[in-house]
């Protein structure tokens, strides 16, 4: 069982920044990628940003330049660093972990979700 635990939203206003972090933890052989997805109210579930083992990142377009992802393999953590927040950004933050449990065996687990609410 792997456990995801997030922290760092909250409410700001346009223009600030906020910055989030997942913690993973549990029986975990090998982290292939971790990453952030958002849903605001009436939405589908969208991805944000993610990063590999490798450190290869990747981003939706509405947050390019904006927003950046980093992780600590050390602690099995990853964050996500949000300036310049807009209004449209205002959704619960989901962490996500993909990984393998042993050589042969991936898994994909979710965090509880975070509020990020941006106001004008």
């Known amino acids: 069982q792997v456990q995801l635990v997030e922290s760092g939203g909250g409410l700001v206003q346009t223009g600030e920044s906020l910055r989030l972090s997942c913690a993973a933890s549990g029986r975990i052989y090998r982290i292939n990628s971790m990453g952030w997805y958002r849903q605001a109210p009436g939405k589908q579930r969208e991805l944000v940003a993610t990063?590999?083992?490798?450190?290869?990142?990747n981003y939706a377009d509405s947050v390019k330049g904006r927003f950046t992802i980093s992780r600590d393999n050390a602690k099995n953590t990853v964050y996500l660093q949000m300036n310049s927040l807009k209004p449209e950004d205002t959704a619960v933050y989901y962490c996500?972990?993909?990984?393998?449990?042993?050589?042969?065996?991936?898994?994909?687990?979710w965090g509880q979700g975070t509020q990020v609410t941006v106001s004008s």
């Open positions: 996500n972990l993909f990984y393998y449990i042993s050589v042969t065996a991936p898994r994909q687990s």
């Open positions: 990063i590999t083992n490798g450190d290869s990142t």
